[in-house]
């Protein structure tokens, strides 16, 4: 059970164990980085379980939340595939007066879409106008899904879950371009993940979670995964009749009702507020709304 971190410390980023009281345990003489440490398996659990025993402040292992930054669990260098699904909470089809889809609606974030906790998401007024927040889980593939992999065994190949925050400009997904949803879903810092990425084995039922988006402290979103139409080991086995799924990969699974687009009025999210993506036994991943211009997201050279 290891909620895994990578962090910013002395100038390098590291593999970390959140612990319970804030402070990490640095993990990099197991695995340089989350994706690996998942394709390690059970060895990497049971050498972690030993290491995390015995890290406690007085260890040469541990590291004070003062003393290091948090970032994204995988960055985008990590990630082959960021897949979402789309309309894949019962609430939510029933607040757009929608039908629940037969089969999963999927769509994609780039790589560069990805940033970390804390860190700003910057709205350029001259691209978009209707800024729009979504909390998901997000299911992380541990070891290479084979083709047509049945159901029965999908959920031996998840690794782990996060948070997904699916910041959506919902002029250009459902208004612009054709009607097609890509550019307004993967503009640079628009699939901000964290806090951590925790093991399967620390989830007891993953469809049995809170999940709550909240804005400048009002929640606004307020349902749980027991409302997925297509469960996370559905999911995995039907994107696996098309594709190869590979260690680091990420499904961000839907999201719940209360998004802004759907209010009356519409809610926008605006420079000066902050959103809270929370998601029970997870945690909670934080993000202020900045007026800026996009920058090269920070993993490129």
Not at 217 to 229: I, R
Not at 255 to 268: A, I, M, Q, S, Y
Request: with cysteine; net charge negative.
């Amino acid at each position: 059970m290891v909620r895994l971190a990578s962090i910013n410390h002395r100038n390098q980023q590291k593999l970390a164990a959140q612990l319970p009281d804030g402070g990490y345990c640095d993990l990099t003489s197991i695995s340089t980085d989350a994706r690996a440490f998942l394709e390690a398996g059970p060895q990497a659990l049971a050498r972690a379980a030993k290491l995390l025993a015995s890290c406690d402040s007085s260890s040469k292992l541990y590291v004070p939340p003062e003393e290091c930054r948090l970032l994204a669990p995988l960055d985008g260098s990590l990630v082959d595939k960021f897949i979402c699904i789309g309309m894949n909470y019962v609430d939510h089809c029933t607040e757009q007066n929608v039908p629940i889809p037969k089969e999963p609606v999927v769509f994609s974030k780039f790589a560069s879409s990805i940033s970390g906790p804390g860190e700003p998401v910057a709205v350029d007024s001259n691209l978009t106008t209707k800024l729009d927040y979504e909390v998901e889980l997000g299911v992380v593939i541990g070891k290479t899904v084979p083709r047509n992999t049945p159901a029965e065994d999908a959920m031996e190949y998840v690794g782990g879950y996060t948070v997904v925050h699916d910041v959506s400009a919902r002029d250009w997904q459902l208004e612009k371009n054709g009607g097609q949803w890509l550019l307004g879903k993967t503009v640079d810092g628009y699939a901000p993940i964290g806090p951590v990425l925790v093991t399967k084995d620390e989830i007891p039922n993953v469809h049995e979670l809170g999940l709550y988006c909240r804005v400048n402290g009002e929640t606004l979103q307020d349902s749980t995964t027991n409302n997925l139409v297509h469960k996370v080991d559905q999911l995995v086995a039907f994107l696996s009749r098309f594709m190869t799924l590979y260690p680091g990969d990420v499904i961000a699974t839907g999201t719940p009702p209360g998004v802004g687009c759907f209010r009356d009025p519409p809610r926008w999210l605006v420079p000066g507020d902050i959103v809270e993506c929370e998601i029970e036994g997870i945690g909670t991943h934080v993000n202020p709304i900045v007026e800026a211009m996009y920058q090269n997201v920070p993993w490129r050279p």
